[in-house]
């Protein structure tokens, strides 16, 4: 058997050139998006005031199993694409387990994260269309910093929300976005109608996605030639994700590999939603049986401890309603709670797919995640993102129980990201400074009395 390489980059010809949805193999789809004036399934002209055509059409589409990945994003992918499938053995090794572990690396690229992929999709179709200018939120500031990168490469504005504790936390995020061009407020803030009700009723909120994803959504409303953008959760974002599982699973397959575990930490299930999309694919259609592993953050649990429920995308109340794994939009998680991953539902697709159970989900807690960040850079030499960290976390432990058992399983983590805007955090996991924060079921009851009651539907 020839050694198998430390690092695999997939030539251009090998690149996959379609996007796969994940919808068209799913045995049952996920509940339908509700327009929450009318409570009836949302069209796709329903979505047009917030999306641009093309993603409108993407969000809601069940059937086409392929899409085309036009010329355009192509071209933009191969500045930064392939990512790198590496085998992890110094890893392995030093924790003398039988198991083989590969992680995809996304965080080759100045977002330092997977969240590019998307970002670069959603700006294309946007321009193509002719608008001229693009509002988001960010929260940790991957997202703001990919779309900032991509709206300046296709030559459009951008504003971006960013949640106010992550604004002052993380001063330089905003400086590159700014290098970008993009404008950047912190929210809460007093420039929209959504955004001065929330400081009225609590001037001194840290903010939360939910909110900065409101006022998003509002400037996008209320400016000319505007739409909104979202990194995470939506059926589109999933989509443009299936990029890292594809060029995955074909790094895998030339190196004769299938792994019996596939591992993503998970905060609106974007990264997740990619990497699994192909495997996924194999469990639905009979083909395979890998197991597939969501992790997400004690703090912010919405998977193991959220309701199945319809609610609001945002804080503010205005978007589409979804039945999804969710806290409530009303649930603000504790501001100790340092990287990301933070938001208080997860992608209906990823939701339906664990509710029927084809997958499974485990949270961890903040300083066992960092003690896992810092074993795997001292190994691997990446200094991971704490989002990624939390997939590292698990990986380890899964490492650790085939070591015990004897099992030589293979093993496949996404590392989504690189850490370097996080150094306050690691900086106080290394003074033990660090708290962990598990919130009480009286405080997670909070959050879900914020869920919509929906006549017929929900109580
Ligand atoms: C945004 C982000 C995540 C979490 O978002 P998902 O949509 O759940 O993938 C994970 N890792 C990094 C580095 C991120 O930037």
């Given at each position: 058997m020839p050694k198998i390489p430390h690092r695999l980059y997939l030539t251009e010809d090998q690149m996959p050139r379609q996007w796969y949805n994940l919808r068209a193999d799913m045995k049952e789809q996920p509940d339908p998006m509700l327009?929450?004036?009318?409570?009836?399934?949302?069209?796709?002209?329903?979505?047009?005031?917030?999306?641009?055509?093309?993603?409108?059409?993407?969000?809601?589409?069940?059937?086409?199993?392929?899409?085309?990945?036009?010329?355009?994003?192509?071209?933009?992918?191969?500045?930064?694409?392939?990512?790198?499938?590496?085998?992890?053995?110094?890893?392995?090794?030093?924790?003398?387990?039988?198991?083989?572990?590969?992680?995809?690396?996304?965080?080759?690229?100045?977002?330092?994260?997977?969240?590019?992929?998307?970002?670069?999709?959603?700006?294309?179709y946007a321009k193509k269309q002719g608008i001229k200018r693009l509002t988001t939120e960010t929260g940790a500031g991957q997202w703001g910093t990919a779309l900032a990168e991509a709206c300046s490469y296709f030559g459009l504005e951008l504003d971006v929300f960013q949640v106010k504790c992550s604004y002052e936390q993380k001063p330089f995020r905003r400086?590159?976005?700014?290098?970008?061009?993009?404008?950047?407020?912190?929210?809460?803030?007093?420039?929209?109608?959504a955004g001065r009700k929330i400081l009225a009723e609590n001037p001194d909120t840290t903010g939360s996605l939910g909110c900065a994803i409101s006022e998003a959504v509002e400037k996008a409303l209320t400016t000319e030639s505007c739409r909104y953008v979202l990194g995470s959760v939506l059926n589109q974002v999933l989509l443009h994700?299936?990029?890292?599982?594809?060029?995955?699973?074909?790094?895998?397959?030339?190196?004769?590999?299938?792994?019996?575990?596939?591992?993503?930490?998970?905060?609106?299930?974007?990264?997740?939603?990619?990497?699994?999309?192909?495997f996924m694919q194999d469990k639905l259609t009979g083909k395979a049986n890998p197991k597939i592993l969501a992790v997400e953050p004690a703090s912010c649990p919405s998977l193991t401890r959220g309701k199945y429920a319809y609610d609001f995308c945002d804080t503010g109340k205005v978007t589409p309603l979804a039945r999804m794994y969710t806290l409530g939009a009303g649930f603000i998680p504790a501001a100790n709670h340092a990287g990301g991953l933070r938001y208080h539902g997860m992608s209906p697709i990823l939701s339906k797919l664990y509710h029927d159970g084809y997958m499974q989900a485990i949270s961890v807690q903040q300083t066992d995640v960092f003690d896992a960040a810092v074993y795997f850079a001292q190994k691997e030499?990446?200094?991971?993102?704490?989002?990624?960290?939390?997939?590292?976390?698990?990986?380890?432990?899964?490492?650790?129980?085939?070591r015990e058992a004897g099992e030589a399983k293979t093993i496949l983590f996404g590392l989504?990201?690189?850490?370097?805007?996080?150094?306050t955090a690691y900086s106080s996991h290394r003074a033990k400074t660090m708290q962990n924060y598990i919130p009480t079921d009286e405080e997670l009851e909070k959050g879900f009395k914020s869920l919509p009651k929906i006549k017929g539907i929900q109580k």
């Open positions: 327009n929450p004036q009318t409570l009836k399934p949302v069209t796709e002209q329903d979505l047009y005031p917030i999306f641009c055509e093309e993603l409108a059409h993407q969000e809601l589409d069940e059937t086409n199993r392929y899409i085309d990945i036009p010329e355009e994003i192509l071209e933009e992918y191969m500045i930064y694409r392939p990512s790198p499938l590496i085998r992890a053995y110094n890893l392995e090794k030093s924790l003398d387990t039988p198991a083989k572990i590969y992680y995809k690396f996304e965080g080759n690229n100045t977002s330092g994260s997977h969240k590019l992929n998307s970002a670069i999709a959603q700006a294309y400086a590159i976005m700014e290098v970008f061009d993009a404008n950047v407020t912190p929210s809460p803030s007093m420039t929209t109608e994700q299936s990029i890292i599982g594809l060029e995955s699973k074909t790094a895998m397959e030339i190196l004769g590999e299938y792994p019996d575990i596939v591992i993503g930490c998970a905060g609106g299930g974007s990264n997740l939603g990619g990497l699994i999309a192909p030499t990446i200094l991971p993102a704490p989002e990624s960290a939390h997939a590292i976390r698990a990986a380890i432990d899964e490492a650790i129980k085939c989504t990201g690189t850490g370097y805007f996080d150094m």
